[in-house]
Nanobody
Framework: QVQLVESGGGLVQPGGSLTLSCAAS????????MGWYRQAPGKERELVAA???????YYAESVQTRFKISTDIGKNTVYLQMNSLKPEDTAVYYC?????????WGQGTQVTVSS
């Protein structure tokens, strides 16, 4: 069973930055796609950013110029660097890794953007 452990959430003022981490219990080279989703209260979960095994990246339009997804193979970790945060970025952020057969989810980390 693969475990994904997220960290790095918290309270930040508008315009601030946070970096989320998602540490996997096995090599991230075994995953085809790794991504970050978020879910705000009363809203559906949405894909924010993703990276595939070939290094191709996807960003939701709302975060495209502000967020960056990256990986550290040696640490089996996927990062989401979030800059210029807005109140509408407030949500629980989840990492998801996908191999050939299954999707694996982290437990979520709360990000609150507020003054």
């Amino acid at each position: 069973q693969v475990q994904l452990v997220e960290s790095g959430g918290g309270l930040v003022q508008p315009g601030g930055s946070l970096t989320l981490s998602c540490a996997a219990s096995r090599s991230i080279l075994s995953f085809k796609v790794m991504g970050w989703y978020r879910q705000a209260p009363g809203k559906e979960r949405e894909l924010v950013a993703a990276i595939n095994s070939g290094g191709d990246r996807y960003y939701a339009e709302s975060v495209q110029t502000r967020f960056k997804i990256s990986t550290d193979i040696g640490k089996n970790t996927v990062y989401l660097q979030m800059n210029s945060l807005k109140p509408e970025d407030t949500a629980v952020y989840y990492c998801q890794n996908r191999d050939l057969w299954l999707d694996y989810w982290g437990q979520g980390t709360q990000v609150t953007v507020s003054s």
